[in-house]
């Protein structure tokens, strides 16, 4: 069963807005990963977030983690174009191999 | 490094015919695994390794088979297709084969689009 589901499935946006994407998942984690799947292509790790630090930064990506809510946000500050694409979050187990746990994603698409 | 590859990018197949996917990965990489992706259902575990000469069943690994005797390369065998097998299948490889790790992150391949008519 999958570890994770994505909130929303599906969201539009204008150029130039902001894109919050949510993941909420059920067991404890060591760290939650969110990863982009443009269409047709494989999937891209985007930022790894540690199960003890609530907020990190890459780029335009900010990505918090609350623990306790068992839940994580993915912000995409000044959405572009390239941006369309899927968003998922993925997390491994804590003990046994490092198989991770998708959600079923967000899509994302900016109308330039 | 070319990282994560796989062979073929597209094949359709007659149900009850037998194929073997292609992975590789030039990283060293301990883990490695199949995922299957269907529309509205992200992506499921199908078969895992974490080192050569072993291998484990994932969330649905029935119809599938895989082998690794190699730490580059992971094949996946379709005994006998099915139509439910249609689908995207990904290869993905990460440096830890433990999920106890708190850094690592998985490297996938472009996929292959199976359709089995």
């Known amino acids: 069963s999958q570890q994770g589901e994505e909130d929303p499935q599906a969201l539009s946006i204008q150029e130039g807005e902001n894109a919050t994407m949510n993941c909420s998942y059920k067991?404890?984690?060591?760290?939650l990963q969110w990863y982009r799947q443009n269409s047709g292509r494989g999937l891209v790790h985007l930022i790894l977030?540690?199960?003890?630090?609530r907020e990190k930064h890459s780029g335009r990506l900010r990505v918090t983690l609350d623990t306790s809510k068992k839940s994580s946000s993915l912000l995409i500050t000044a959405s572009r174009a390239a941006d369309t694409a899927s968003y998922f979050c993925a997390t491994p187990p804590q003990t046994g191999a490092n198989n991770l746990f998708f959600g079923t994603g967000t899509r994302l698409t900016v109308i330039p | 490094n070319a990282g994560v590859t796989q062979t073929p990018k597209f094949q359709v197949l007659k149900t009850g015919q037998s194929m073997t996917l292609q992975c590789a990965q030039d990283m060293n990489h301990e883990y490695m695994s199949w995922y299957r992706q269907d529309p509205g259902m992200g992506l499921r575990l199908i078969h895992y390794s974490v080192g050569a000469g072993i291998t484990d069943q994932g969330e649905v690994p029935n119809g599938y088979n895989v082998s690794r005797s190699t730490t580059e390369d992971f094949p996946l065998r379709l005994l006998s297709a099915a139509p439910s097998q249609t689908s995207v299948y990904f290869c993905?490889?990460?440096?830890?084969?433990?999920?106890?790790?708190?850094?690592?992150?998985?490297?996938f391949g472009p996929g292959t689009r199976l359709t089995v008519l």
């Open positions: 993905a490889s990460s440096h830890t084969a433990s999920g106890g790790s708190r850094t690592d992150t998985q490297y």
């Open positions: 067991t404890s984690i060591n760290n």
């Open positions: 977030i540690r199960s003890n630090e």
